[in-house]
């Protein structure tokens, strides 16, 4: 125990001062809008690091106490470190993608890719027709290639050419029904293939932090990043939002449809943007898990390390 304290001590007393710079670097930066919740922020990191020293500390006297000398407990001491700092969490996204089911994501976009060309093709199918019968055939504008763009930028350029204004409210009537259709069936097959990726996702992030926290590396790491508002579970906060935008943006062309404005210039006032507020104060009831699981290495290899000690024979 006078071992453990002696060096946790002097580790902590290099560390302090350099961790209350920090903090007042943070405070006074003019750039850094530091609130009282970012305090906390840093002081849960600071006994996350506090831990992460006091894991260390007894893990070396676990090796040290299965050693003979300390040339052996110095090489075996980096064999361990080597082990718990690089190859464990190095290897444990792999491991989880390797066990983990589900299509890559270049593949659901490329799914997703297919789907929208697939409804492009037959929108345009069903506008073509009804521009052939209506006999505007004879117009460049109405022999459009998808090649060039979506066929929807076809739409307000054949009704620029139109010369009766009926013709022209009857494009925009008939082009926005089927628009309205293959929007739906894209955003609807969409949605359900992004679904059951994200699930698949979930998942393999789940196991390859199960996996990472085998090393000490990775309950700091997480724990650090989510106080931060950094970590895996602020990346998925970015993403449900990534997503509501979309879902925001989706309604929105629903609506300009519902309206027939979908040919119409668009308001700037109206349009949906995208915010990102990173939610750092809902983290702390899934981060208190990580320095838990620190607190267990450091007592349980100091455990191991007494047991060790007491059975020698001196």
Request: aromatic letters at 12%; a negative charge; charged letters at 20%.
């Amino acid at each position: 125990m006078g071992k453990w304290l002696g060096a946790f001590i002097a580790l902590a007393v290099l560390f302090t001062p350099c961790f209350i710079v920090v903090i007042f670097v943070g405070a006074s930066h003019a750039l850094i809008a530091f609130v009282m919740a970012d305090l906390w922020a840093l002081l849960g990191m600071y006994a996350g690091c506090l831990l992460y020293m006091g894991v260390f500390i007894s893990l070396g006297l676990l090796v040290s106490v299965h050693s003979s000398g300390a040339g052996v407990a110095l090489a075996r001491a980096l064999v361990v470190w080597a082990l718990a700092i690089w190859i464990v969490p190095s290897f444990a996204p792999y491991v989880a993608a390797a066990l983990s089911e589900g299509k890559p994501a270049l593949m659901v976009e490329a799914n997703i890719s297919r789907t929208r060309f697939t409804a492009e093709r037959e929108g345009w199918a069903e506008v073509a027709r009804f521009i052939r019968d209506r006999g505007w055939g004879e117009h460049e504008e109405a022999n459009w290639n998808l090649d060039w763009g979506t066929w929807s930028d076809a739409v307000p350029r054949l009704q620029a050419v139109l010369a009766d204004e009926a013709d022209k409210v009857a494009l925009a009537a008939f082009s926005t029904e089927v628009m309205r259709a293959q929007l739906a069936e894209m955003e609807e097959v969409a949605a359900r293939l992004k679904a059951g990726h994200m699930r698949d996702r979930h998942r393999e992030v789940k196991l390859g932090q199960m996996l990472a926290c085998l090393s000490p590396l990775g309950p700091l790491t997480f724990m650090l990043t989510d106080l931060a508002g950094t970590g895996v579970a602020g990346e998925f906060h970015f993403r449900a939002g990534v997503e509501r935008f979309k879902g925001d943006l989706v309604a929105y062309l629903h609506r300009q449809l519902a309206e027939r404005s979908m040919w119409e210039q668009v308001e700037a006032e109206s349009f949906p943007y995208f915010t990102y507020r990173p939610e750092v104060e809902k983290a702390g009831a899934e981060v208190l898990v990580y320095p838990l699981i620190l607190l267990l290495y450091a007592i349980g290899f100091f455990l191991a390390a007494y047991l060790r000690f007491a059975r020698a024979e001196i």
